[in-house]
């Protein structure tokens, strides 16, 4: 069974700096692995996804992430925080083959301070 | 980005009445689309796989009878929840995935569906 894995609850992070937001999956085979962020009473909006190729990711609003294989990790990443950028963020991984549902990690709230 | 048109967006009624929430893919066709459930500052919950021209398949623990799941066409999917009790309150996202691309995109959700049952 496939399964994903967001250490953090909450992640605080000042507005210009760096931001990760942790990701472990989980997969019987190679996975697919995908980004989303949901603001308050909205639908998810899809970030960036990784299927195959390079391992750093480039997607929406500046915001990349890196496959690492050996440590099945997906992290997100941004070089610089936004105030903007507040929102629960949730990373998905589905197996290769099939027309499989997105198993969703638990989420994780980001706050950027100004 | 394909778009996924979900309706209504809030929706308050009384206990016992029945409630259908419709997802629509406005500019791509969708044999199959999903519907997932979610709680106050929890994750998203996989509530059932609905194919075009097929009953839906449904995850453990979800009561397929209360909640019906109808997907008449390739751009249309419902969810209709049936005699509605408090405890079915809840945030209701639909997704759907193109079918071309060999399966291997992203899905799209609806904008989500807030449901209160008094």
């Known amino acids: 069974a496939q399964s994903v894995a967001q250490p953090e609850d909450q992640v605080n992070v000042a507005e210009g700096n760096p931001l990760t937001v942790k990701c472990t999956y989980s997969?019987?085979?190679?996975?697919?692995l995908f980004w989303y962020v949901q603001y308050p009473n909205r639908g998810l909006q899809f970030l960036l996804k990784?299927?195959?190729?390079?391992?750093l990711v480039k997607g929406s609003y500046g915001f990349e992430a890196e496959f690492n294989k050996s440590q099945t990790s997906f992290h997100l990443k941004k070089p610089s925080a936004l105030v903007s950028d507040s929102a629960l963020y949730f990373c998905?991984?589905?197996?290769?083959?099939?027309?499989?549902?997105?198993?969703f990690g638990k989420g994780t709230r980001l706050s950027v301070i100004a | 980005g394909a778009v996924v048109s979900q309706h209504p967006s809030w929706v308050i009624c009384k206990s016992g009445t029945s409630v259908k929430i419709e997802c629509r893919s406005l500019d791509f066709q969708a044999t199959t689309m999903f519907w997932y459930r979610q709680f106050p500052k929890q994750s998203l919950m996989l509530m059932a796989t609905?194919?075009?021209?097929?009953?839906?398949?449904?995850e453990q623990g979800v009561e397929k009878d209360k909640f019906l799941i109808n997907h008449a066409s390739l751009t249309l999917s419902t969810l209709t929840v049936t005699s509605a009790h408090p405890e079915d309150s809840s945030f209701y996202i639909c997704?759907?995935?193109?079918?071309?691309?060999?399966?291997?995109?992203?899905?799209?959700f609806g904008e989500g569906s807030r449901l209160t049952v008094l």
């Open positions: 997969v019987s085979g190679n996975p697919y």
């Open positions: 998905a991984v589905r197996d290769i083959g099939g027309n499989t549902p997105l198993v």
């Open positions: 609905s194919n075009e021209g097929s009953k839906a398949t449904y």
């Open positions: 997704s759907a995935r193109e079918t071309s691309g060999g399966g291997t995109g992203e899905l799209f």
């Open positions: 990784y299927i195959t190729g390079d391992n």
